[in-house]
């Protein structure tokens, strides 16, 4: 009876130092998986920034194109009035 007490003993001893050491390469896991989120959080924000100030140049110069156009196509049309104008009289 007394072996079994001590195998039974041993095998508790042995069962807690297992849980100990997975207890503690859970949390080591865990702090390693909150600084890869936090790392991918920070380089998401990141680029995300990087995107939004592309989408306003290129707003901005989509609408300067825009003016441009609109511009050279009015001045386009009073030439070709005055074209017309003088091949007429």
Do not use: P, W
Not at 33 to 43: A, C, P, R
């Amino acid at each position: 009876m007394e072996e079994n007490c001590k195998t039974d003993h041993d095998a508790v001893v042995t069962l807690v130092a297992v849980v100990k050491n997975l207890k503690e390469g859970q949390d080591k896991f865990h702090v390693e998986m909150k600084d890869s989120f936090k790392d991918l959080k920070d380089n998401f924000a990141v680029t995300l920034a990087n995107h939004e100030e592309r989408i306003v140049r290129l707003e901005t110069s989509k609408t300067k194109q825009t003016v441009l156009m609109s511009i050279g196509i009015s001045i386009m049309g009073v030439l070709v009035g005055l074209m017309v104008y003088h091949i007429a009289k």
